[in-house]
């Protein structure tokens, strides 16, 4: 069993990992920056962003519904936990559509209608894997993932896009944004998460998760850049599954 010292070690381990992953992802993703740095915003680029954020949120909260039926037969405390964060989360996707139909004047409707990136169905097909065979780990693991990476990412993007973009086409990502931020959530993720680390082993599954989880996020973002900015909506199954592998096994590097 896993004492508190050797849990707040192991999230400042993780911490770091997820630090020098943002700075691979800069680096490394084409595009990446461009939220960031860009004083003219590509908007087919952004369209497609912004429309895959509150699919992605549809898509996970079935996957929170399932951890909380986990946690219920196994560890009532942690289904409680994460039925608090399933109910802070569950309607965020309709702050990012307000800002969809500000721009692009696209209804929630429409933009449900949509069909997700490869990457993000390969992503959601992870965690019913592991649900299946292992538990909530890698579920959660995600929300970590991408809890900490928004905490450290989205506010100096979102100060850029209103600049270019004007402040009321960001009002959505901003209360999501705050949200998080104010509720802590990046803190009361990891508690969750570490209902599932007890052993030295779960360490090694929960950084196996994390370099996963970082290769299916780096093939999202390549994702969206090939079939907006490079224009090629072929043969994305392939390059993206081979993006996933290349990025998950340079996180491990």
Request: aromatic share 12%; charged share 25%; net charge negative.
């Amino acid at each position: 069993m896993l004492d508190q010292s050797s849990r707040d070690q192991l999230r400042i381990e993780i911490d770091n990992r997820l630090d020098r992953y943002i700075d691979k992802i800069y680096s490394d993703i084409p595009y990446a920056t461009h939220q960031r740095d860009a004083s003219k915003i590509d908007l087919e680029y952004y369209k497609r962003h912004s429309i895959e954020t509150p699919i992605r949120i549809k898509l996970k909260r079935t996957i929170d519904s399932l951890v909380i039926h986990y946690f219920t037969k196994t560890n009532p405390r942690a289904a409680k936990e994460w039925a608090k964060y399933t109910d802070d989360e569950m309607l965020h996707g309709q702050m990012f559509a307000k800002d969809i139909e500000r721009l692009w004047g696209l209804s929630f409707e429409e933009v449900m209608a949509y069909q997700p990136l490869f990457a993000t169905q390969l992503l959601n097909g992870y965690f019913y894997f592991h649900l299946e065979y292992e538990g909530p780990m890698a579920a959660i693991a995600s929300a970590y993932f991408l809890e900490y990476v928004t905490a450290k990412t989205q506010p100096v993007w979102l100060d850029n896009l209103e600049r270019v973009l004007g402040k009321g086409f960001v009002t959505g990502a901003r209360a999501h944004v705050a949200v998080d931020l104010n509720e802590d959530h990046d803190a009361f993720v990891w508690n969750t998460l570490m209902h599932t680390v007890q052993t030295e082993d779960d360490v090694a599954r929960l950084k196996q998760h994390i370099e996963n989880i970082y290769g299916l996020f780096c093939a999202y973002l390549e994702e969206v850049y090939q079939v907006t900015v490079d224009g090629n909506e072929q043969d994305t199954v392939m390059s993206v599954s081979r993006a996933a592998v290349r990025h998950a096994l340079s996180a491990a590097a």
